[in-house]
């Protein structure tokens, strides 16, 4: 955290650097009061493909400064909902705001990590070339990457452990490493807020730790990171809050209350495999056993 | 010239002496052909990677009606005496070609995004429907009272003949308006083809920016449409991009490849269509491009066909000469220290003098270890014996008998110690924690910090895995 904040620092727009404070007065309900601003808004929010809806009415507000889960079975719309909140697709009814504005006019503010298999990765470029266009809204039209940028984007792949394959063909990294040249490309947008859809997804231990140190500096900077996360099992670990989401809003709140057995029930139905699988198995047996003991005794 | 065959290379360094350079036909011609070249070279590069490749083709094709529309356009107002800019001005032409281009790939995205049909199964159906039309209007202008002289089929297949100083300079300003864009549009485009969702979520208006790539292909397929038609066009968009990838994995480095070798396409065709009459210029040009296509497909470095197939073919002979001398090791590992089976650990070490011992293990031994053919544990076998590193002992039955020499001791002994230690690793690797790993190292100690490598050593011991027979040097990693 000493030198890593340094470059975010002098580059970013003083307008930027506190949005909570900027936002506070806007977005604060009652003057009097500092309440803070939710890095997150959402309010009544629909989406659809084609005529089929896949979020029903969500209504979440999430506070900053948090590592927040999404969780839901596959097609809950957890990505869905990440797009939406981006302007990355179109929302159907409702609102999201992002530090108390919406989307389009906090744009500085948001760094995006889309999943891996987004892009072909046969592409001819390389690692530190893909950081670089995090660095490309910043820079606006007609100005190409300088050196500031490629110093930047140099210590942003040092942040995630890659330094080493800068100039390394995009094509000859492995998934783990391609994953956190996307992590890299999303820090070097100096952003508030983080939106990684499934991080986590197919890659080795040294990445997934990588991306766990990496979300820990990212709270300790009092960014907030949203991530589309599908391992129920690493939820308590890496999280703070959890959302869970089945097309419609099921909880959202701190891991400890939240992440609850029942609350995973509601979300996952039938579909949480390995639970309804053990119990229906236990059952099973049980009848089984049942079954033969009365067998069993009707034979003697 | 009718004395010497068109396949000596006299026959066509005579052509080019006797050429005449001062002819302006042939200077416009060459010069329209190399424009076209690159232009189209440098468009097709970004709808080349950003996988639309076939647009360009449904473009072109598209391109054709609205040529004849065009054309009619200005027949009908010299015909009514409301205009007259010549049924067979240039620009009006080209205008009604983007006009009708820009309107198919209106359609083709409209039919993509708006029905189950995949933009490819779109392309086909708008490149057809829009040629066919087009073909219609064409027989119709042929057949109707100004239609002969039209020379409107020259849209077709290209005639670069035709071209005058006016259109190449009309071809030249487009050219370079089109480079410019790219230059300037350059990070943007480049965004585009990689990861559009990202560039969206930058704040980039992504879709603006691929309705002007768009524009742009379209501008680049006008080009070319006199000299090499709206049938073969593509090939230029698509051919030279594909060639210029083989040689480079940078886009800065192939955008410029792919222009040179769009433009060398080009003027190598014109100027062969001019040394051979009766030789159409579009379909040289496309052939020229498709030669250095070849010629990229085959030699080039890294990711061309030769280089790639020497790799294949170098790596597994490495692995096969790896795993003989491992059997080999193991073999004599087993002879000289019996006790190997015994996994406490407690199995003597071999000296390397000792290695005189063993009389050396039959053929038949090595490939029982592993169900590998004679020819190919031979050709390794042999491999291992020019570097020195095993030895052919004579037995007493006369068959030929394989013995490790002291050097390839020490090389069998890093070898199987490296591959002990790899399984060791993969064994274990979730107890010793995440390391940062870079698997293309070839050799576990490259990346394995000094503490978890001597745990994995510990590990290989109580595995009874140590490698028992010792070189003089004992490599210390």
Known sequence: ?300 | MESTPFWSIEFWLQGIRELDWTDPTLRWVLMGSVLLGVAAAVLGCFAFLRGRSLMGDALAHAALPGVCVAFGFAEWGRGLGLFDVGSKNLWLLLIGASLSGMLAAWCISVIARHSRIKEDAAQAIVLSVFFGTGILLLTRIQHGSSGSQSGLDKFLFGQAASLVGSDVQTMAGMAVVLCILTFVLYKELKLLCFDQAFGRGLGLPMAFLDGVLLVMIVGAVVIGLQAVGVVLISAMLIIPPAAARFWTEKLHRMIPLAALLGGFSGGLGALLSALAPRMPTGPLIVLAATTMFTISLLFAPQRGALARGWRLLATRRLVRRENALRDLFGITEAYLSPEASASDGSAQDVPVEQLARFEGATEDELRAKRGVSQAVLRGALQELKRAGWIETVRSAEGSGRWRLTPSGLQKAYDVVRRHRLWEMFLMYETSLGPQSVDRDADAVEHFLPPDALAQLEDRMRQNGLEPRLKPATVGNF
């Open chain 1, 1 to 300: 955290m000493q030198t890593q904040t340094a470059p975010t620092l002098d580059r970013q727009p003083s307008a930027n650097t506190h949005p909570q404070a900027q936002n506070g007065q806007v977005g604060a309900q009652s003057p009097g009061q500092s309440a803070p601003v939710p890095a997150l808004e959402v309010h009544d929010l629909t989406v659809a493909y084609h005529r089929k809806p896949v979020l029903w009415d969500i209504d979440l507000s999430l506070p900053a400064g948090n590592l927040i889960a999404i969780i839901g079975p596959n097609g809950a719309g957890k990505s869905t909902l990440l797009k939406a909140v981006m302007g990355l697709l179109p929302i159907a009814s409702g609102w999201a705001r992002i530090h108390g504005k919406p989307w389009h006019e906090q744009r500085q503010l948001i760094g995006y990590v889309p999943q891996r298999e987004s892009v072909d990765w046969d592409f001819p470029t390389d690692a530190l070339d893909v950081v670089m266009m995090g660095a490309y809204g910043r820079l606006g039209w007609m100005r190409r990457p300088g050196k500031a940028e490629r110093k930047a984007a140099l210590h942003c792949l040092e942040q995630v452990g890659m330094a080493s394959f800068a100039d390394r063909q995009i094509s000859q990294l492995s998934g783990g490493q391609q994953q956190r040249v996307f992590l890299a490309r999303a820090l070097a947008q100096q952003a508030q807020i983080y939106f990684m859809d499934e991080p986590f997804a197919g890659v080795d231990a040294a990445t997934e730790s990588a991306i766990v140190t990496l979300l820990q500096e990212l709270k300790a900077q009092g960014k907030t990171v949203i991530v589309v996360h599908h391992d129920l099992e690493t939820v308590r670990e890496y999280f703070d809050w959890v959302v869970l989401l089945n097309m419609r809003l099921l909880a959202a709140g701190p891991v400890e209350t939240t992440f609850t057995r029942e609350n995973l029930q509601k979300t996952y139905g039938g579909k949480l495999t390995v639970l309804s699988a053990v119990a229906d198995a236990v059952a099973l047996v049980a009848a089984r056993q049942a079954q033969f003991a009365r067998e069993g005794k009707g034979a003697k």
